[in-house]
């Protein structure tokens, strides 16, 4: 919007011919902007750019973006069969406050338990030359027969009662 409200002749002119190229087929700096409003359904918006305000078109773009993200975020969490903890523990998107509390070694180890990345069977086992079904990726710790899991490794498994008693709060328990 401000290139094609600019004073610039030579601006201008540059601009023209981009316009002109994207039109005709290359895939340029205007194309890729043309696109972008397409994407996020302001396709009348490139031609109609001298009509806008353009604050309140800024501020309305932003939320756009924002929105589609957030969707598709949640799409791809809900989609996935290895994140079933984050969907449980993150129902919103947003910055997570409790990040604030934590000191960085539990808040990184926290996050990677959350997110799936973890030494744990019930996701080793899915990549291990002999994959196991996920019902039956035991605790090799504790050998009680429970899948080994964050629940497990949090709340029951008896090898980590030393971790619970130190870092979670008798009273959640």
Not at 8 to 35: E, R
Not at 50 to 65: A, G, I, R, Y
Not at 162 to 169: A, G, T, V
């Amino acid at each position: 919007m401000k290139v094609r409200s600019s004073e610039n002749i030579l601006l201008k002119h540059v601009y023209d011919q981009a316009v002109k190229d994207c039109n005709n087929g290359c895939h340029n700096w205007v194309y890729k902007v043309k696109k972008l409003l397409v994407d996020y359904e302001f396709v009348d918006i490139f031609d109609n750019a001298h009509v806008l305000n353009t604050k309140s078109f800024t501020l309305v773009f932003k939320m756009k973006v924002i929105e589609m993200y957030t969707r598709e975020w949640y799409d791809t969490v809900n989609k996935s069969t290895v994140m079933d903890l984050y969907q449980f523990s993150k129902p919103d998107f947003g910055y997570e406050t409790h990040l604030d509390v934590l000191p960085k070694s539990l808040r990184i180890f926290f996050s990677r338990l959350r997110m799936s990345v973890h030494p744990l069977r019930i996701q080793t086992g899915r990549y291990t030359h002999d994959k196991r079904p996920r019902n039956e990726r035991y605790c090799m710790v504790c050998n009680s027969h429970d899948i080994e899991d964050q629940y497990h490794c949090m709340c029951i498994c008896l090898c980590y009662s030393n971790f619970r008693k130190q870092y979670i709060d008798k009273n959640i328990m």
